[in-house]
């Protein structure tokens, strides 16, 4: 039985992974991790260029303005820019103002600041470009203009310097948080996990769609082609039902180390052509958010949550193949079990998005009961635990409950994969379902 088991899970690799499809597919895959990962450097290469500051000229008939309006443009895009390099370039424009359309033309790029002062108002200001300037320059500059009215008007009411410098000093502020199991380092932790880690269940959102439909394919297909009937009278149902279940998941165990593998690869890439990065500098962000991460309470607590993340995981990729096995063995085309698997997308879709929302539902009972919840605990719980909501106990109880429910869709599938591998008829499906379960072995 042995031999033909492992002779199964071989061909149904094999099947899977030396194909053409697999081939282009993981291609196709890698170069959309890369060229993500390393998007700025491939956008310079095309004519984009992230490293050159924003030309801004301005005109100043204020003869005051420029150069609080100078600094405050650098001061703005060092808070949102990660770098030691002002995103702006400004420049003093000293020619006549009726040369400005001239200037644009010869460069498309710059942008104009035209500076007047109004009695009634104080200053005032014209924005010139050729086009359409990008949202975050726009709110920038605008920023620093309203900035630099506060700081004439307060100016104008002899305010001496050291009341003036005061205004703008930024704010010492110490946090103090009266729960002892908490840090303060521990918020922007809690920030950081909200947004970060939705992104990295997703490959296991997307790999346990994969498998589902997969296992559901390749039954049907041997249904289709009457290949089931030889198969089957050559081993038996269990030993084929397992064969599948083992397949898929070592193929989405493939498929997932071959994702990481292309991350990494793109890391590299990006390290050795030394990246632009949108945001200037993506490998310091990533270094910044381990180390929150490291000094939090979370750091010390990795060492548990990720082989308990890890189990739940791999113990709901079976739970969805053994699933998939036992719908598709019941169905006898691909569009029968596209409308049976519906309800366990939706279902997954609803575990991912409440992960994504799980900070929102702090304290919500709802939500935790959802993390006790076969095929969603394993994207919900790891994010509900990392968050603090949930504790290890929780955890343990969401293991040991997908534990009870492959448990029991091995006793009851099996049941019903028997009876409906060999089964052509699309007829009152589930009450042969119903019936083949609570038929004894």
Do not use: C
């Amino acid at each position: 039985m042995r031999s033909k088991l492992n002779y199964l899970i071989g061909a149904s690799l094999k099947r899977k992974v030396k194909t053409k499809w697999f081939l282009v597919a993981n291609i196709i895959i890698a170069l959309v991790v890369v060229g993500i990962i390393n998007i700025d450097s491939i956008i310079t290469f095309f004519g984009g260029d992230f490293d050159d500051a924003q030309k801004v000229y301005v005109i100043d008939d204020t003869n005051r303005a420029y150069d609080i309006l100078e600094e405050q443009l650098n001061a703005s895009s060092l808070q949102i820019v990660d770098s030691d390099e002002s995103a702006f370039e400004v420049t003093k424009y000293e020619d006549d103002i009726d040369k400005v359309n001239d200037l644009i033309e010869e460069d498309n790029d710059i942008i104009v600041i035209h500076l007047k002062e109004l009695e009634e108002k104080g200053l005032s200001a014209k924005i010139i470009s050729q086009s359409f300037i990008d949202t975050m320059d726009y709110q920038l500059i605008t920023n620093a203009l309203t900035n630099t009215k506060v700081s004439l008007n307060i100016l104008d009411s002899n305010i001496s310097i050291e009341d003036f410098n005061k205004i703008y000093d930024p704010i010492e502020i110490e946090r103090e948080i009266l729960n002892e199991n908490e840090k303060s380092e521990d918020e922007n932790t809690n920030m950081i996990m909200t947004t970060v880690f939705p992104v990295i269940i997703l490959p296991f959102f997307m790999l346990s769609i994969f498998l589902v439909q997969m296992i559901g394919a390749e039954v049907n297909d041997e249904k289709t082609t009457r290949g089931m009937e030889i198969i089957i009278s050559n081993v038996s149902p269990k030993t084929h039902f397992f064969s599948k279940v083992i397949a898929g998941n070592l193929f989405v165990l493939i498929q997932g180390v071959l994702l990481v593998a292309y991350a990494v690869v793109g890391f590299v890439i990006r390290n050795m052509v030394g990246g632009n990065s949108i945001v200037n500098g993506l490998g310091s962000e990533v270094g910044d958010i381990l180390n929150q991460i490291m000094s939090s309470n979370l750091g010390s607590q990795l060492i548990y949550i990720i082989p308990m993340i890890l189990v739940l995981m791999i113990l709901t990729f079976i739970a969805y193949s053994l699933l998939a096995g036992v719908l598709a063995s019941m169905t006898t085309n691909t569009e029968d079990f596209q409308q049976l698997q519906t309800p366990i997308m939706i279902i997954s879709l609803v575990g991912y998005y409440l992960a994504m929302m799980a900070s929102v539902f702090d304290g919500a009972l709802f939500i935790k009961i959802f993390a006790f919840v076969p095929f969603i605990s394993a994207i919900l719980a790891p994010s509900l635990l990392i968050l603090g909501q949930i504790g290890i106990i929780e955890t343990i109880i969401s293991i040991l409950i997908m534990v009870a429910t492959n448990y029991l869709l091995i006793k009851y599938g099996m049941r019903i994969y028997k009876v409906g591998i060999l089964n052509y008829s699309s007829k009152g499906l589930w009450k042969k379902m119903f019936k083949a379960a609570r038929k004894s072995e």
